[in-house]
DNA sequence: TTGTAGGCGTTATCAT
DNA sequence: ATGATAACGCCTACAA
């Protein structure tokens, strides 16, 4: 089963490698009648181009990198399927890379990306710290989506404002003891527990805050310690994932989310969505950001990405029945 | 920004580029200093190793291809997350494809992992028929994972059994309205449904099946059909994220699960596990279908895996609240 | 321990 | 339209 190769088939077809390779990426300079006979050729010997081979010898194979921080988010599948969206019309290949809880994980997972020697880089969720970001950013053509930072193009949703408009639902709904299960505090993701504190400060009510992880269990462990330590009226979870830990920790305790306690996440994932979970949750429109992420990777693939060309979406909060009472 | 090579490496170490290779390879021979030297003049100048090239040029470096069929069902969250336990003490590359509803869709991703000169690939949720996936088995080194096609290696858990099991604890129950929540009949994924049909069979318990997708929301529409059709007192449903769709249902007809109506899943994703949907399901053991997957895979990356080296594990029946009056 | 040189499978430039 | 022939960046005997 030893691998086939151009000059396998050339030899075959009887005709050069050049022509073979012509042939296959479809562009002009072959007849008709060669290429189809080519085809049929590399059909039966069951050829299929070498895209190392390829990348290593050619500048016209353009490859963007796509970084996902984790699989069990949906988040980033959402912002995937958005990315593909745009990749999927164009003649671009597409290198994947994921993440995980482990710190530094991330950084490996671009640094594969980068021995891959991808054109573009579309990272989702990176953890790592601003300066380690910016450094990456400086060595290559990076654009961050979730995450911002200084001198990095991104494409993000604004956090604060976000956070800022979920809380002050709450507190509209009468709520005073309001509690914010926080993520882990590490740069570039502090934007939503800042606008939960202004807009209690705001109210002039007072903060009570819980760090938690990015794990369901934790939050729902988290959960249940602020319910007994605190007493709060209303939760506002950093994401989806969590609130629904908070669910669960509503539901040990037999209390009712909506009636006793209201519950609000982040992401507006599909589980948000659901008519049995029906959270009430600030859409980042993550479908959107993976999309325009994409576009412009493409930009940077061809012409130049400025070196901080960066858009920010305007999240949306989606009031459902978990914080009604 | 030039993409830097290790010819510039050795030349500003003013050493040769075979010392570089070596170093930065950690194979024997180079002297502790040299090494030192070469490494710290590489990291000043950036360099990172092209793996392009690297792959061209040696045999000697393994690299596993993972297939993931949609990113938006955790059970391939799962798998990976095996994969990359047992890979990731390895000194072996891994390269990520996923697919999408798309019909034909997968066989351009197990395309793009060939054409990537992959050694193995690990094939979680291939949905192409079973011909095909043995035209593919015969041409490249391939483990399916999920799914399971004679003559081709795999990774799989009895669904015929899982569903026995599932439809056994709902007659058990007293139920024998029973309706069956079919995934789209394609090949290799049958097996959940005939173990339902003989679960019912064998009680003398006439069947009710509706075909329905992968799709959550599609799920709660052809739910809500049933509910009005057949008015079954338990429904199985082929998948978890589709047994949600039955919760959403129940749900927006004011039923309650397990007081009104059964509800059984299938995968014991996370999801299932929560307190608030406690959603009776059928365990695979999806992380260590993974885990056997990888460690198959470093067996077809050495000596040889035969033809037809599968592996099938007893699925494990989890029942909670979501079946239970 | 260190250096030399040929080869991996393609692409791309120049001829023909 | 077709065919030679250098790169591309790295690995790997083989020499020194």
Redesign the pocket.
């Known amino acids: 089963m030893r691998?086939i190769?151009?000059?396998d088939v050339a030899k075959a077809a009887g005709?050069?490698?050049?022509?073979v390779?012509?042939a296959?990426?479809g562009v002009?300079?072959?007849?008709d009648k060669?290429r189809e006979h080519i085809f049929a050729v590399g059909q039966k010997l069951g050829y299929v181009?070498?895209l190392n081979?390829?990348r290593?010898?050619?500048?016209?194979i353009k490859t963007i990198g796509v970084f996902l921080q984790d699989l069990h988010n949906e988040v980033f599948a959402d912002v995937f399927d958005g990315i593909r969206k745009v990749i999927d019309e164009q003649e671009v290949q597409l290198v994947i890379s994921v993440g995980s809880a482990e710190p530094g994980r991330d950084a490996k997972a671009i640094d594969t990306l980068i021995a891959a020697r991808v054109d573009v880089i579309i990272a989702a969720g990176l953890t790592m710290s601003d300066s380690e970001l910016q450094r990456y950013a400086k060595a290559t053509t990076l654009i961050s989506v979730t995450r911002k930072a200084h001198g990095v193009s991104s494409v993000s949703s604004d956090d604060y404002l976000g956070a800022k408009l979920a809380t002050e639902h709450l507190i509209a709904g009468g709520h005073s003891r309001i509690s914010f299960l926080a993520n882990p505090q590490t740069d570039g993701y502090l934007g939503r527990q800042a606008g939960y504190l202004d807009a209690m400060a705001t109210a002039g009510l007072p903060a009570l805050v819980k760090e938690s992880s990015y794990q369901r269990v934790q939050a729902e462990a988290d959960a249940l310690e602020l319910l007994e330590q605190g007493k709060p009226t209303a939760i506002f979870a950093h994401n989806d994932l969590s609130a629904l830990g908070v669910l669960d920790a509503l539901v040990s305790t037999g209390l009712k989310p909506g009636a006793d306690v209201a519950v609000v996440g982040y992401d507006n994932t599909s589980l948000s969505q659901t008519p049995v979970l029906a959270l009430t949750t600030v859409d980042p429109h993550s479908f959107e950001l993976g999309k325009t992420a994409a576009q412009l990777a493409l930009k940077g693939l061809v012409g130049k990405l400025d070196g901080d060309d960066s858009v920010e979406f305007q999240p949306e909060l989606v009031i459902r029945s978990s914080s009604m009472r």
């Open positions: 691998k190769t151009i000059e005709v050069s490698r050049a022509l390779s012509i296959y990426r002009a300079g072959v007849s060669t181009p070498n081979a390829a290593l010898a050619s500048k016209g």
